[in-house]
């Protein structure tokens, strides 16, 4: 059965982006770029929200045709054209879209079908509303983090109407030169499933 791993880089206090959608308090280097690219390589699918979707798609395509393009500008561009991609979306279809799923009704039973497929992890790349969505459904089956030593104060969080606890296991923590800290966390009932 296939995981979906939220990926999501977040301040000390929790958030995933400002008030209006900012994200320039990140910090992104070579260092994390290579980490994160490896364990990327090994995900099967990318699911996104609409907003996050179109960002990427409005560089990711061409990245690598550019002429400054740096190595991980040509290595995600390769994954990410080859890589099935999956959309939450009220508003789009996918008249036109290559290699895209786009989901807009019966958010469990689409996702849990998708799950059930062979392969490696789904990654659920930032789009906090999508993984909101699917928060609120149990549909997460691990996270992926990445805090930056910034408190922000107000903005998005990460974790947003949560009806009952969510108890996780951490696999893995690393720390980054830029002072950021890697935390990869399994949902427990996941690892339940799995006995």
């Not at 508003?91 to 490696?120: W, Y």
């Not at 659920?124 to 609120?136: C, D, E, I, K, V």
């Amino acid at each position: 059965m296939r995981k979906i791993i939220s990926f999501m880089h977040l301040s000390l206090d929790g958030f995933v982006a400002g008030p209006n959608g900012e994200m320039d308090w990140i910090k992104v280097d070579e260092e994390i770029f290579n980490h994160v690219g490896k364990r990327i390589s090994e995900g099967v699918a990318a699911l996104y929200g609409r907003v996050t979707y179109q960002m990427m798609e409005s560089y990711w395509p061409t990245a690598a045709d550019k002429p400054n393009a740096t190595q991980h500008d040509i290595e995600h561009s390769k994954w990410y054209s080859k890589v099935h991609k999956v959309v939450l979306s009220r508003t789009m279809n996918e008249a036109g879209l290559t290699n895209t799923t786009i989901i807009s009704d019966n958010l469990p039973e689409r996702i849990n079908k998708i799950k059930l497929q062979a392969g490696g992890d789904i990654l659920l790349f930032g789009s906090p509303t999508a993984t909101h969505s699917l928060m609120q459904q149990n549909l997460i089956d691990g996270y992926w983090l990445f805090v930056n030593p910034i408190i922000l104060g107000h903005g998005i969080p990460l974790f947003k109407n949560i009806k009952d606890k969510i108890k996780l296991q951490l696999l893995t923590t690393r720390q980054f030169a830029s002072g950021v800290t890697e935390l990869s966390y399994i949902v427990e009932p996941f690892l339940n499933k799995e006995l």
